[in-house]
């Protein structure tokens, strides 16, 4: 198989699944237990929040492990909100969030919340005026992503903030995308969540950074784990694996992203001389090194997907966590693309083994695969 869906996840690095072993057989104490073996455990866990705290540029005190972004996204928002609630009920959010964003945010218009979204321009971006257009004096909460995961638009996260702390909102950035891509210091705020395994790690452990200082109720009642704010029992082995995991992905960084534009544009190159009627969806320069986001005149998007998979070749629609929607990419929406643009894209996402070889072959099965489907629609 030719794997084209890093955005939706990463194989295991052996280095990580190494680092993570001991911690899945001999050391298997309850950190929160106070004998030898949990105590084992409980340094195993301090040292990778250490080193996470360190590659992120924050204080340990301020990281707490989760079972992903998804996690991490509906504490900040939900958090904040139930401890902020007699300052104002007002969420602003980019119409291109994740869902775990923009559901929490649902939820909590339930509760008597009022939300307001802020679509983006036509290449994905989300504007610091637009945002500072929809701020309210009860506005408590504010989320943009990093990057958006469908078409791969790196956002102006900085400017972005500046305008958000000029106003006293909280501000919260999902970097989920960008962690171990793009150096964290180019996405302040005051709260970023990221997952394991979309920077070859493992999956069902995530990172949520709070800023110290930051008001926010917690999500999940029970222990004391992670300092009162987040109940059950702590994955050792999967906190072990995130820090190895986001060490390696950050020393690499400069090497996997040169390898992976080289790879992106060399397909984006191929595609475009052997396939007509294509158009690059997303920004053509702040984007991810690793995606192109492509739309076929003629086609449907599953179609290419389904017949790309039959032939070896994985690739997605859009996010993973909204496979088996039957509506349209809410992101590619918010973009004012038109209908038949929108339900015929496809992401293609690249990783760090991937080869050009891989690149050819793919192309020559999506050439074949979007000629099919034209026909049969002729």
């Not at 307001?116 to 989320?143: E, H, Y």
């Not at 053509?284 to 998979?309: K, W």
């Amino acid at each position: 198989m030719i794997y084209l869906d890093h955005a939706a996840t990463t194989p295991l690095d052996g280095e990580v699944l190494q680092a993570m072993m001991p911690y899945l057989t001999d050391v298997y104490g309850n950190p929160s237990s106070q004998h030898s073996a949990g105590r084992e455990a409980a340094n195993a866990v301090t040292a990778a929040r250490d080193k996470i705290a360190r590659i992120v540029g924050v204080p340990a005190s301020n990281i707490y492990f989760t079972a992903g972004g998804t996690e991490a996204a509906n504490t900040a928002l939900k958090g904040v909100c139930a401890a902020s609630r007699e300052r104002g009920r007002h969420i602003v959010l980019s119409a291109i969030e994740h869902p775990a964003l923009l559901e929490s945010a649902r939820d909590m218009c339930a509760y008597g919340w009022e939300l307001t979204l802020v679509d983006p321009d036509g290449n994905g971006i989300i504007s610091p005026d637009s945002i500072a257009k929809a701020l309210r004096p009860d506005t408590v909460f504010v989320g943009v992503m990093a990057a958006n995961n469908e078409v791969g638009t790196v956002q102006p996260i900085a400017d972005i903030y500046a305008v958000v702390k000029r106003h006293g909102a909280f501000f919260f950035s999902d970097c989920v995308q960008t962690a171990g891509v793009l150096p964290f210091a180019q996405f302040p705020s005051d709260g970023m969540g990221f997952s394991a395994h979309k920077f070859y790690g493992p999956k069902g452990v995530g990172v949520l950074y709070m800023k110290g200082g930051a008001r926010f109720a917690r999500l999940l009642s029970g222990g004391n784990q992670e300092r009162g704010l987040r109940a059950g029992t702590t994955n050792v082995a999967g906190a072990v694996g995130c820090a190895c995991a986001l060490e390696r992905a950050c020393a690499a960084m400069d090497k996997n992203n040169k390898k992976v534009v080289r790879l992106r544009d060399m397909f984006l190159k191929l595609v475009n001389q052997n396939i007509e009627g294509v158009h690059l969806n997303g920004d053509g320069q702040s984007r991810l090194p690793a995606n192109a986001n492509l739309s076929f005149d003629g086609c449907d998007g599953e179609q290419i997907v389904f017949g790309l998979d039959l032939a070896g070749v994985a690739c997605s629609t859009g996010s993973a966590c909204s496979s088996g929607a039957v509506t349209s990419s809410h992101v590619l929406t918010a973009m004012g693309l038109e209908e038949q643009r929108v339900k015929s894209a496809v992401r293609f996402t690249f990783g760090k083994d991937n080869t050009e070889e891989e690149v050819a072959r793919s192309v020559d099965c999506l050439k074949a695969v979007v000629a099919r489907i034209r026909r049969s629609r002729a």
